[in-house]
Each structure stands twice: as C-alpha cells, then as structure tokens.
Nanobody
Framework: QVQLVESGGGLVQAGGSLNLSCAAS????????MGWHRQAPGKGRELVAV???????WYRDSVKGRFAVSRDNAKNTVYLLMNSLNLHDTAVYYC????????????WGQGTQVTVSS
C-alpha cells in the first residue's frame, strides 16, 4: 500500500520560511517523479514544484527563486523549502507521485496546511 505523508506545515509570518517534508512508502521512490501541489481556499489545485528521480526540477513562476524542491532517495523523502513566504502562499500543500512519462499523478498525500500571516 502506497502512502505519502506530509509534515512541516504551520503558521508563519510573511517573509518567513517553512520546510515541508513528504515521506513515501510502498513504491519504488527513486523511479517516481514527485510533485508538490497546493490549493488555496476557493481556488483550484495548482502544481508548485516537481522533481524527478534523477534530479530534474520545475517550478511555477510565482515561486521561482523562493522555493526549492529536493529529495533524499535513500530516505524516500521529498522536501519543499519555502522562503520569503507571502500571503498568496497560504494553502494546503500536497505531495504526489507519478511514474516518469505519465502526466497524471497516481498517489497523493493528505496535505499539510501552510498559513502566512501579515
């Protein structure tokens, strides 16, 4: 059974930082592409950052230069370091896993709340 468990969310002041973690189990982690998504209140879910097993990354424009995705394949864990947080970053953050070459994500975590206050 595949499980993705996020942690590290919380309440932070604007300009602050948070480091999210997502621990995976039940899948060949190193061969999966890991993506961080978020969903703000009243909005649709959006892809934030992606990292392949080989280390290739992608970021949405609004987080470039502020967020950094990384992974430790030995620990089956992917991270999202978020710096210079602003009010627009408030959302539930989800990690998800998909196989290389597929566009749809196969597995999702339960999400972790990130709230940025002014």
């Amino acid at each position: 059974q595949v499980q993705l468990v996020e942690s590290g969310g919380g309440l932070v002041q604007a300009g602050g930082s948070l480091n999210l973690s997502c621990a995976a189990s039940g899948l060949p982690f190193s061969s999966y592409v890991m993506g961080w998504h978020r969903q703000a209140p009243g909005k649709g879910r959006e892809l934030v950052a992606v990292m392949s097993g080989g280390g290739s990354t992608w970021y949405r424009d609004s987080v470039k230069g502020r967020f950094a995705v990384s992974r430790d394949n030995a620990k089956n864990t992917v991270y999202l370091l978020m710096n210079s947080l602003n009010l627009h970053d408030t959302a539930v953050y989800y990690c998800a896993a998909r196989q290389l070459g597929r566009s749809e994500y196969d597995y999702w975590g339960q999400g972790t709340q990130v709230t940025v206050s002014s």
